[in-house]
């Protein structure tokens, strides 16, 4: 009898083993996979635009539409304007007291054309900085504050005396 | 006359038999697990730097094509949607595909969407991973407007 119960005990032993083994085994194998989901979800947040590369081609490019704006006169805005040049303008106003109004045909041009460049799949975001980091203007989309991924970039425009920041803000769609 | 020893001896192998199975499944069970885990990482990470290399191969071959097409007129001079549309690129790109397949397309973003052209390799191999590449230029386009063009590249 002495002997059987040897035996007994033994074999729990070795089940209690390999019960330990098994959750070691388990433990082992969630700490690789989560280290493997990990470096392939790193691997799915690379931004499909350069936001640099966009802003500069952006302030570069024509505005492509002629717009007409109504300040204190008729301003008619060609279509072979740049950017940039356009935008310099509107700030010069809107420093001098014009109303962000009076600039809407021009800003939802310049929005359309960022979402052009940016695809369905990106939200955008331009934002113009007077040298006190005062927002003076801000054109796109308002961006998904829990947005896992944010990408930017920012120039320098300068225009009759004055330094402005121009910072273009992506963020991918899915947070 | 029964041999007890024997029978016992016996009974203790059966038993003894059944009482590993337990052991044998738990055993078993934590080696599968770990040898899965391992080889489902092994292959996602493996797939991961595939598509790092592909992505670096595209970056190269979209940097190459654009500076050759901001180039087409002249140092400091604007290209124009003309000689970016004569230019011959499919050689020097063929060659910076380090022998994969691979698809380049320009396309016009602004102000009208359309494609320029488009160069391929002979696509002889199924897609497994793929790396892709896009930059954005500027180009003075036929009506006097500076245009938005974009390069885009899929190797795999």
């Known amino acids: ?175 | 006359m029964i041999d007890y020893r024997v029978m016992r001896a016996d009974r203790s192998g059966v038993a003894g038999f059944f009482e590993d199975l337990p052991v044998l499944m738990f055993v078993l069970s934590g080696v599968v697990a770990l040898v899965l885990t391992s080889a489902f990482v092994s292959e996602r990470i493996s797939a991961d730097r595939l598509d790092d290399q592909l992505d670096t191969v595209a970056k190269r071959m979209v940097d190459s094509v654009a500076s050759e097409m901001l180039f087409s007129c002249g140092p400091d001079v604007l290209p124009t949607v003309t000689s970016i549309r004569a230019l011959n690129c499919s050689d020097h790109v063929s060659q910076l595909s380090d022998g994969r397949d691979f698809v380049l397309s320009v396309f016009s973003m602004h102000p009208s969407f359309g494609c320029l052209f488009s160069i391929s390799s002979n696509q002889n191999s199924t897609p497994r991973s793929t790396g892709y590449a896009s930059e954005l230029l500027n180009a003075l386009g036929d009506d006097g407007l500076c245009t938005v063009l974009e390069v885009r590249v899929i190797v795999w």
Do not use: W
């Open chain 1, 1 to 175: 009898m002495s002997g059987r119960r040897g035996a007994d005990s033994g074999g729990q032993l070795a089940t209690l083993d390999a019960i330990v083994f098994f959750s070691a085994a388990i433990l082992v194998s969630s700490v690789l996979l989560s280290y493997g989901l990990e470096a392939t979800k790193g691997a799915e947040i690379r931004p499909t635009r350069d936001p640099a590369n966009m802003l500069d081609v952006f302030l570069r490019a024509s505005i492509g539409v002629d717009i007409t704006l109504d300040l204190s006169e008729r301003v008619v805005v060609r279509s072979n304007e740049q950017i940039g040049e356009c935008l310099a303008i509107e700030l010069r106003e809107l420093v001098g007291g014009s109303p962000v109004e009076s600039f809407l045909p021009l800003n939802q041009q310049l929005s359309n054309v960022l979402l052009r460049l940016c695809g369905h799949s990106l939200q955008h975001r331009l934002v113009v900085l007077d040298k006190s980091s005062h927002e003076v203007l801000a054109i796109g989309m308002d961006l998904d504050r829990g947005a896992r991924n944010a990408f930017a970039s920012s120039m320098e425009l300068r225009d009759d005396g004055m330094d402005y920041v121009v910072i273009l803000v992506i963020t991918t769609c899915v947070s």
